[in-house]
Structure formats: structure tokens, C-alpha cells
């Protein structure tokens, strides 16, 4: 039993991002590949094209000229039409997309997990382990009371260390001339979600291309046409009939042959690209979102301070004359990138560790500043710098 957690607890994927992030990378390319597999199956499992052959052929003349159709692009006329008699205008009507959905369908999954394998890779660079720590966090929400206070001092004393590493790293790391210190992980994480978004807009231009489609907002007109009851027979989106053109040699002449096929892969292919085509909107949409959440709390001040004080509230740690100890705590000693790692642990662990981390790290920086303070005053030191220093040894005093 012992081996079965430990393999389970290997299965379960960790995060290290909001969920934003994962339905960009998790569960975006795990149904791309879904829906790849099936369509797969379909093809080459099952009978994903039929022809319509004349009278004299025999089996093996109509299972090669399945084969050669669904391997060859064949081409859409509506049945109303007459099938042209200059080739090059029937090869200006090929569809070939239907052989090489599974694979792109793949192509587009790898693409979706990119941006992330990026921001895996240079958060090491900050010389914090962002997913070491958001996994410990989550670790000690699953103790017993016993052991989570121990753990989450733990936790504590591990990213306090993380963010001194952190000042010294950057000295010496070429990002250390492009970033200001202590905001390496937060312009990084700002930039993986620039790429999050670029990359689902061009989603949306590979779908087009691939597809061949005249339509821009692609789902909207598909949507629009199946209200208006405009069929593929006439829209040519997907089409079910096509018409395909083999040749064989029969004593040495080369003899042209026509026949109609039905596609029913097709039929599949067209559900499949339009619930795509709707979940890459609102993968864009969410994105976009999240950009714009992230940006906003990530440069304000203001909302530093009042993410970090709706925690210390919870054990009455603040007061009117402590706001300004606040303001030194956050900036000084989290920083940017501090704020920003409590924010993926609130995401992930969530609040009660994050309540209980904050505790510990307030308490760390009233202890350091209870020591710096026992240093500054002299014997005609102001009186304000006095009290300040006996106010730190009473909030010492108090939490030790």
C-alpha cells in the first residue's frame, strides 16, 4: 500500500502557477491529445472514407481506390455543379487537412506547453525553487496540527532564505542588469503571460490555415450558418461528399478515373475543430484576464500592502502605528517577488498556510529589525527613535 501512495502521489501533477497557467498547459494540450487519439482510431482503425465506384471494378480495384483517395486530397464540388474539366482547376479545390488532423492537433498540444517549460526553466535563475517551496506548502496543509506548526516554521525560515539567496544571485546574474532586485520572478512570470496569450492567438491563425477557411471569427460564421441552415453541401466547411481523380495503366495506357467518396471523418473533424475553436476563446479570454490581474498586482504598492495585512489581521498582528512597520516588512524584506510567492502559495496551498506563513515571516522581521534597532540610538538619540526601538523589543518580546 505504501508503494501505491508513493506511485500515486508520483501521478498527481504539481503546480506551481495559477489556474490560468494550467488551463493553458495541462488541460488544453491533455484534450488536444484526446481528441487526437480518437480521431486516430478513427482513421486508421476504422473506415474513415467510402467511395461510390462504377459497376466493373472489382474488390481490390474498390479498396485501392479508397486507400489512394483518403491518402490523395480529394477535392469539393456541390452537387449541383459540374465537375470541371481542366485538371489544375480541380486541384485548386483539394482539401487535404483531414489526413494530418491528429498530428497537428499534437503539434498545437507541445505548442500550449511551451511557454510553460520557459517559465520552468529560468525561475531557477532567481535562485528560488518556486515549485519546491509551493509543494512543501502544499505538503504541510495535509499534516495532522501537531506537525504543521513545526513545518510551517520550516517553510518559513526556507523562503526567507530563498529571497536573501535571491539578492545575492542577481548581483552576479546577467538578469540581475535587466531586472531590479527583487522583482526577477514577477516580470518573469509577467512575460510567461504575455507568451500564454501570444501563443493562443496564433492558435487561432494555425486553425485557419490549416482548415483553409475563408471565415476570421471561424466558430461565430460556423455557428451562424448551422443557425441559418446553410449546410456544408453549400458552405464547403467540412464537407462530406468529395470527388477524387486516379489513374491506372492498363496495358501500358493510363486511364483517368473519377468517383465520389463520402468523408465521414469529416463529419467527426467538424464537432471537434468547433468545440476547439470555442475552448481556445475562452483559454484567450481567461488569459487576458489574468494578464491584467497579474500586472496590477504585481506593481501596486497598494495591493502588496493589502494582501500581506488581510493575513496578519487574522491574528490581530496589526495596529494604526504598525502600518508603517508594514510598509517596511513588504517591501523590504518580502519584496516583489516575496509578495508574489505568497500569492502562489494562497493559490495553491491556500489561505490558512499562507495565514500561518505570514505569521512566521512577520515574526522573523521584527526580530531583525529588534536586533538592527538595539544598534542605531546613541545617548542623545531622539525620542522617537527610542520608542520606536522599545516598541520593536515589546512586539519581540511578545511573539517569542
Known amino acids: ?60 480495384w474498390e479498396q485501392y481506390s479508397e486507400n489512394y483517395c483518403f491518402v490523395q486530397n480529394t477535392y469539393f464540388l456541390p452537387l449541383t455543379h459540374y465537375i470541371p474539366n481542366d485538371i ?46 509551493v509543494q512543501m506548502c ?12 513545526s513545518s510551517v516554521e520550516v517553510v518559513a525560515i526556507h523562503l526567507r532564505d530563498s529571497l536573501r539567496t535571491q539578492q545575492q544571485l542577481l548581483k552576479r546574474n546577467i538578469f540581475g542588469t535587466l531586472l531590479r532586485r527583487g522583482s526577477f520572478l514577477n516580470v518573469l512570470y509577467i512575460l510567461v503571460k504575455f507568451i500564454y496569450l501570444a501563443q493562443v492567438l496564433t492558435q487561432f491563425v494555425i486553425l485557419n490555415r490549416f482548415l483553409g477557411t475563408s471565415y476570421t ?28 481523380d486516379f489513374e491506372v495503366r492498363v496495358l501500358g495506357n493510363k486511364h ?78 518580502l519584496r516583489m517577488d516575496g509578495v508574489f510567492l505568497l500569492r502562489l502559495i494562497a493559490s495553491n496551498a491556500g489561505d490558512l498556510i499562507t495565514t500561518d506563513i505570514v505569521y512566521q515571516l512577520w515574526q522573523m522581521f521584527l526580530q531583525d529589525e529588534a536586533a538592527k534597532a538595539q544598534t542605531l540610538p546613541l545617548p542623545n538619540a531622539p525620542a522617537s527613535q527610542l520608542e520606536e526601538v522599545d516598541g520593536l523589543n515589546n512586539d519581540k518580546q511578545r511573539l517569542t
Open 1 to 60: 500500500m505504501l508503494f501505491l501512495d508513493k506511485f500515486l502521489q508520483g501521478l498527481k501533477p504539481q503546480f506551481d502557477d495559477d489556474v490560468v497557467d494550467r488551463l493553458n498547459y495541462y488541460y488544453t494540450p491533455m484534450l488536444l491529445v484526446i481528441f487526437a487519439l480518437t480521431l486516430s482510431a478513427k482513421q486508421y482503425v476504422g473506415q474513415p472514407i467510402q467511395c461510390w465506384i462504377p459497376a466493373q471494378f472489382t474488390g481490390a
Open 88 to 133: 489544375q482547376e480541380r486541384e485548386d479545390r483539394e482539401i487535404g487537412y483531414y489526413q494530418w488532423v491528429p498530428f497537428v492537433l499534437g503539434l498545437q498540444g507541445i505548442l500550449f506547453y511551451l511557454p510553460s517549460l520557459i517559465w520552468r526553466i529560468l525561475n531557477w535563475q532567481s535562485g528560488v525553487a518556486v515549485k519546491g517551496i
Open 138 to 149: 502544499q505538503d504541510v496543509g495535509n499534516m495532522n496540527v501537531e506537525k504543521r506548526k
Open 217 to 244: 471569427l471561424w466558430g461565430f460564421d460556423i455557428l451562424r450558418d448551422l443557425a441559418y441552415g446553410r449546410e456544408w453541401q453549400e458552405s464547403g466547411h467540412f464537407p462530406r461528399v468529395t470527388m477524387c
Open 256 to 333: 483517368r478515373h473519377t468517383v465520389q467518396c463520402v468523408l465521414m471523418i469529416n463529419m467527426f473533424n467538424e464537432k471537434v475543430y468547433l468545440f476547439i475553436w470555442w475552448w481556445l476563446l475562452i483559454v484567450a479570454v481567461a488569459t487576458l484576464g489574468s494578464l491584467i490581474y497579474w500586472i496590477v498586482m504585481s506593481f501596486s504598492n497598494a495591493q502588496h500592502e493589502s494582501f500581506v495585512s488581510q493575513y496578519l489581521r487574522v491574528y490581530n498582528l496589526l495596529s494604526d502605528d504598525k502600518y508603517g512597520a508594514l510598509g517596511k516588512f513588504v517591501d523590504q524584506f
